[in-house]
């Protein structure tokens, strides 16, 4: 069984900053990718940004500059550092990962439970 947990959302005024943490763990042989995804009301889940193994990571061009992902791979645990927060970044911030859970061919997807992240004044 593999759990992944979030943590650090909130309620942060424009321009704030917010940082994002998400823990794997469980039965984890190792981790291929881990991401941080977005559901704000009514809209479909998008991708915020990814980082793979080797240390790679994208980002959606609406948090270029402004977000930064980073992991621990000694913690199964992935980071969001969220700066110059806008009230469009509101929404409920998901975390996945591409993970092998035994040896074996097949990487699995697991989700989080998500975080709210509400940007207002």
């Known amino acids: 069984q593999v759990q992944l947990v979030e943590s650090g959302g909130g309620l942060v005024q424009p321009g704030g900053s917010l940082r994002l943490s998400c823990a794997a763990s469980?039965?984890?042989?190792?981790?291929?990718?881990m991401g941080w995804y977005r559901q704000a009301p009514g809209q479909q889940r998008d991708v915020v940004a990814r980082?793979?193994?080797?240390?790679?990571?994208t980002y959606a061009d609406s948090v270029k500059g402004r977000f930064t992902i980073s992991r621990d791979n000694a913690k199964n645990t992935v980071y969001l550092q969220m700066n110059s927060l806008k009230p469009e970044d509101t929404a409920v911030y998901y975390c996945?990962?591409?993970?092998?859970?035994?040896?074996?061919?097949?990487?699995?997807?697991?989700w989080g439970e998500g975080t709210q992240v509400t940007v207002s004044s």
């Open positions: 980082i793979i193994s080797g240390g790679s990571t």
């Open positions: 469980g039965s984890i042989f190792s981790i291929n990718a």
């Open positions: 996945n990962a591409d993970l092998k859970p035994t040896p074996g061919p097949y990487n699995y997807l697991y």
